[in-house]
């Protein structure tokens, strides 16, 4: 940061001659963005964001086509050095030659105090069961691959004695909750989402190196509940930077579940072929849970069933060309007076409308003045061969700066989910609520 920034650009005509003399207008764009750490991790709201113009001007090219022109990669002050920002400084260039003609271009340079990312390339849910080696990932703020080592420590994080409920309103304790209640170990609301980096470590399970290119072995170490996993490397500045990241493991043939949440499902896959079958692990990490599971596709519901999971139930669906497209599965159940939905797809692509095609040309070249051949050779996905309709076209090239001659591409799209439930009784109302400490009303909000 606070470096100057040298940039520099060529202007070539079609042919790839240099324009000599263009008239060149720039403009410095500062935006901020911040390493995607995970859901649990937000930077501060109070932090100002908005974009700002750091330089604008005007140049032209010289006798190679060339232009040059420097800026200051200045930082915004008001965000802190340790949320580690990254300011992505948009070039907007537009070049007009001596005829009038315009184009522009754009291109973006990322800058933070430091310039190294790492990340443990793993999903934030795992199953024991599926556990792999993994490789440490470390990239330059425009997510370049770069070689690094250094060290990783991997936590295990205290779990709560039961459930939390995550409350409908901020991080802001509600006093009219009486030490009665409190005592009796009713589910409480904290905040509205799990914030792990405030849960405690437990015990160290592993510390060690770590090399880019080389994969950390845990599956042995790993066992059902909640990791904080932290890396820490040098960049080329010599400037240390750390990587954390939040994991929970869930072991559905022990049974064993951390108590994030109250139920754990898990696809054995999420795409599937008709003849082969969609499976759910569904498993509860506390008491027993009545799920009421629709299946649908593209707004057509096909399946309604009901089931009591206890600790873990297989579920399984055979999958059958009426589903192409894709299945939606909706596990609907009520929990600590909170109805709780979640949904889960399996893709089941239209691979039976796949075709093949491969282009053949030809020219006889012992005969000057022959045209040249094409031939088409159109196979299925199981490379037989198909009766097939084609349309085909030609266009110049070089208008594609002027307009993108894009053709659709995928005529037979993978679905989605339309179906939107709601069950009444269960929903956000505004409410007054009457603090008996307090001894006089008090307007809560969202409750």
């Known amino acids: 940061m606070n470096n100057e920034v040298k940039v520099s650009g060529d202007v070539l005509n079609y042919a790839g001659n240099p324009l000599d003399g263009a008239e060149v207008e720039y403009k410095v764009v500062r935006g901020v963005r911040y390493i995607d750490w995970g859901w649990w991790w937000r930077p501060g709201p109070s932090y100002d964001n908005s974009e700002r113009v750091i330089i604008f001007g005007k140049t032209k090219s010289d006798q190679k086509g060339v232009f040059n022109f420097n800026f200051l990669a200045v930082p915004n002050e008001n965000i802190p050095e340790k949320d580690q920002p990254i300011f992505d400084f948009r070039i907007e260039i537009t070049v007009k030659d001596i005829t009038g003609e315009t184009h522009t271009a754009e291109t973006v340079v990322s800058v933070g105090y430091k310039a190294l990312i790492l990340k443990t390339g793993l999903e934030e849910s795992l199953d024991v069961k599926t556990l792999k080696p993994f490789r440490i990932e470390a990239t330059n703020l425009l997510g370049l691959p770069q070689k690094s080592k250094g060290n990783i420590t991997i936590e295990k994080m205290k779990e709560p004695d039961r459930l939390i409920r995550n409350s409908y309103w901020d991080d802001q304790e509600r006093t009219f909750y009486s030490q009665e209640l409190k005592e009796k170990g009713i589910s409480i609301p904290k905040s509205p989402v799990i914030s792990y980096s405030?849960?405690?470590?437990?015990?160290?399970?592993?510390?060690?190196?770590?090399?880019?290119?080389?994969?950390?072995?845990?599956?042995?170490?790993?066992?059902?509940?909640?990791?904080?996993?932290?890396?820490?490397?040098?960049?080329?500045?010599?400037?240390?930077?750390?990587?954390?990241?939040?994991?929970?493991?869930?072991?559905?043939?022990?049974?064993?579940?951390?108590?994030?949440?109250?139920?754990?499902?898990?696809?054995?896959?999420?795409?599937?072929?008709?003849?082969?079958?969609?499976?759910?692990?569904?498993?509860?990490?506390?008491?027993?849970?009545?799920?009421?599971?629709?299946?649908?596709?593209?707004?057509?519901?096909?399946?309604?069933?009901?089931?009591?999971?206890?600790?873990?139930?297989?579920?399984?669906?055979?999958?059958?060309?009426?589903?192409?497209?894709?299945?939606?599965?909706?596990?609907?159940?009520?929990?600590?007076?909170?109805?709780?939905?979640?949904?889960?797809?399996?893709?089941?692509?239209?691979?039976?409308?796949?075709?093949?095609?491969?282009?053949?040309?030809?020219?006889?070249?012992?005969?000057?003045?022959?045209?040249?051949?094409?031939?088409?050779?159109?196979?299925?996905?199981?490379?037989?061969?198909?009766?097939?309709?084609?349309?085909?076209?030609?266009?110049?090239?070089?208008?594609?700066?002027?307009?993108?001659?894009?053709?659709?591409?995928?005529?037979?799209?993978?679905?989605?989910?339309?179906?939107?439930?709601?069950?009444?009784?269960?929903?956000?109302?505004?409410?007054?609520?009457?603090?008996?400490?307090?001894?006089?009303?008090?307007?809560?909000?969202?409750?």
């Open 198 to 447: 405030e849960w405690k470590v437990e015990k160290q399970v592993f510390s060690g190196k770590f090399d880019s290119e080389v994969s950390v072995d845990a599956t042995s170490i790993m066992q059902a509940g909640v990791y904080k996993m932290t890396t820490t490397a040098k960049d080329i500045f010599g400037m240390e930077t750390t990587g954390i990241s939040f994991h929970q493991v869930r072991d559905f043939e022990e049974n064993k579940f951390p108590k994030t949440k109250p139920l754990h499902v898990s696809l054995a896959a999420t795409v599937g072929e008709p003849g082969g079958k969609a499976y759910l692990n569904i498993g509860v990490a506390e008491k027993p849970v009545y799920v009421l599971l629709i299946a649908e596709n593209n707004g057509t519901i096909f399946l309604k069933e009901n089931m009591k999971v206890n600790k873990t139930i297989l579920f399984s669906y055979p999958i059958s060309e009426a589903n192409r497209g894709g299945i939606t599965f909706h596990l609907m159940y009520v929990y600590n007076n909170r109805q709780e939905h979640e949904k889960y797809f399996v893709d089941v692509p239209f691979t039976n409308k796949q075709l093949d095609i491969k282009l053949e040309t030809f020219r006889d070249k012992i005969y000057p003045g022959t045209k040249e051949e094409y031939s088409f050779i159109i196979t299925g996905d199981k490379k037989d061969g198909v009766l097939a309709e084609m349309v085909t076209t030609m266009f110049d090239a070089s208008l594609e700066s002027f307009e993108k001659h894009n053709w659709r591409q995928q005529f037979y799209n993978s679905g989605y989910s339309q179906l939107h439930t709601e069950v009444f009784g269960f929903q956000e109302v505004q409410n007054f609520v009457l603090n008996y400490e307090w001894n006089h009303s008090v307007y809560d909000g969202n409750v």
